[in-house]
């Protein structure tokens, strides 16, 4: 088993538990009608504990299967994260308007970004030329990001419930 | 070049592409103090498409490297796709509280899950195994957006705007 194929692919169910954890079922999903089978609340982050382990496990034996050059599982898993955060960002800015939580989303899509295009570049250097593109944009994202923060104090200071 | 593995790539795009549609800047957006190199509206799209086409080229380019065993690619974008899904359900389901507009990501996530332990089981039956219980409990999620949906018409009927 190659541990760190297995970290990352760990790391990239990180974006999804991040968006069980800040769009919470609430007071609006008690309210509604469920069938009777419907399982218990504290159920659903013990099942999706158990399944990301499940996922990363069967993905680093996938990834590792790429016998004739090992480092196209590890670009593959860190592309992965990096989409997982690319799917975060804008649920959290412009759904929850959350300014500070955003900022950290990008800051981590900024690394995960980097970090393929340092992987995929090692492997092919014109995948790694077609990913400084998105790395530069997400570098101007990340700014005005930052500067949004500082331009407007008041909205960032609190999170609006949705 | 691998068409299938570079099309399945720009497919994972999909989810983050959907972030975009569905959680829009709004009035909310446009009210915030901006710096005065903020790009206008109209290029986000334009740079996203972009660079969505510049990631799926890159990474179908990595998967090819996997010489040995070119499958690999091909299981590790259908995972990848899976993932993108995945992030998706909770903030169009609890964020938005769109029920319906849930029920077609998880419909889409059923089927990528299903596809992803088939491209596994294939490589390595252990693989495939490990995917049995994410399909099952996307199943039963699945079962319970629908019933949901079904009890709840009225909740059902239109979007909570954010």
Known sequence: MDIWVFLVFLLACGPAAATGAMFSPGAWYEALKKPVW????????????????????????VA?????TPAVGMALALYTLQMGLNCLWTPVFFGLRRMR??????????????????AFWRLDWIAGLLFVPYLTWVTVAGALNWSVVSLNPDQAKGPVTV
């Open 38 to 61: 419907t399982p218990p609340n504290w159920l659903f982050p013990v099942a999706w504990t158990t399944l990301y382990l499940c996922m990363s496990l069967a993905a680093e034996r």
């Open 64 to 68: 590792r299967q790429a016998g004739a």
């Open 101 to 118: 939580a955003g900022m950290l989303v990008l800051a981590l899509l900024w690394l995960a970004v980097a970090a393929t295009l340092v």
